[in-house]
């Protein structure tokens, strides 16, 4: 759906036109239309970033959401993200936006990064409402059910205390997240009908195709799904990725062959990355973690001009010479060490 106006929609907030240009789609079930381009929230703080400019970030969310995206995803474990997000949302018109966060994912170390019990999705969602300065959220999710002990914890303690939360009015739906797609698969089936939404992370990229194994599956269920990460937490851009990604040297020496190619032919790897990936059918919204005007402005231009013809030609190039297979780097417990 393009050139309609969805129900976020607030005359006198939004650019209209670009919102007119922006397509959106049905999450699910849900009956919620969202945004083709979602925001994530994991840039948004000085936790993980040494570049995180806090003014420019707040610049970015709300230029973002006048632009015509309306959802936007967060979690405890971004540090400060839903305290810079309450900031930003403050001058925001409350109806122009869709927003969820997590539970279940909290500090750094590895070995007390996740808990999944009843009492701290509790205290996690009340002190998440502080920090966004809201009285309610669009959907709670469980941060990587794939980390979890088993699935029982999750479906049995963890989700409902968000059933708790949805039923007094202070969120409307219930998601989880996940890199293994075999687990969100499973613990969507096993809670269908109490889980809407799916959130699966760098499984739909250049390198690695594997959530289409499930896609249709997910569909049948009316869950929607949420497709993160386009630039694989980094590995997908010019500049490269973080020092400590999880990726194994195969993988990390496929991604900078990539990036040299785009060097060399001046395109953004990034911006092929993300066009490629928002080119999934079966996916409602597609998010990425942009932390500054600049490459929000890149994205955007992605959605709503799609790629020039020389830079069409080098995605051709980099598909069939470059990226010719598909990669995973293992598990999510592999991620937090990227995370350090």
Request: charged content about 25%.
């Amino acid at each position: 759906m393009s050139g309609s106006l969805p129900a976020t929609f607030v005359k006198g907030f939004h650019d209209e036109e670009k919102v007119r240009r922006m397509e959106y789609r049905q999450l699910g079930s849900t009956g919620l239309h969202v945004s083709k381009l979602a925001i994530g929230g994991s840039p948004l703080c000085n936790l993980f970033f040494d570049d995180y400019d806090r003014e420019e970030g707040i610049l970015m969310v709300q230029e973002a959401i006048r632009s015509g995206i309306n959802y936007i995803d967060t979690a405890p474990f971004y540090g400060q993200s839903e305290v810079l997000l309450g900031q930003a949302l403050k001058d925001v018109p409350r109806e122009a936006y869709y927003i969820a966060t997590k539970v279940a994912r909290y500090g750094l170390d590895p070995k007390n990064m996740f808990d999944y019990s009843a009492d701290k999705a509790r205290e996690s969602v009340k002190r998440s409402l502080e920090r966004l300065q809201l009285d309610r959220v669009d959907i709670l999710q469980v941060h990587d059910v794939d980390a979890a002990p088993n699935l029982d914890i999750v479906l049995n303690e963890t989700i409902p205390v968000l059933e708790e939360y949805v039923q007094a009015g202070k969120a409307r739906f219930i998601g989880v997240t996940a890199y293994d797609v075999d687990v969100l698969k499973e613990c969507a089936e096993r809670g269908k009908g109490r889980i809407q939404v799916v959130l699966n992370y760098a499984r739909y990229t250049l390198l690695d195709n594997t959530l289409l194994r499930y896609m249709k599956d997910f569909q049948k269920m009316g869950v929607g799904v949420v497709c993160a990460a386009a630039h694989s937490l980094g590995l997908l851009r010019n500049a490269g990725p973080h020092a400590s990604h999880p990726g194994s040297q195969e993988i990390l020496a496929v991604a900078k062959r990539g990036a040299e190619i785009c060097q060399q032919r001046n395109v953004e790897l990034g911006k092929l990355a993300m066009y490629y990936t928002m080119q999934l059918d079966g996916a409602a919204t597609f998010l990425i973690g942009i932390p500054n005007r600049k490459l929000l402005r890149i994205n955007l231009d992605a959605i709503f001009d799609g790629l020039t013809s020389h830079e069409q030609e080098v995605l051709q190039y980099l598909r069939e010479n470059v990226f010719t297979k598909s990669y995973s780097w293992g598990s999510t417990l592999s991620t937090a060490k990227l995370l350090k």
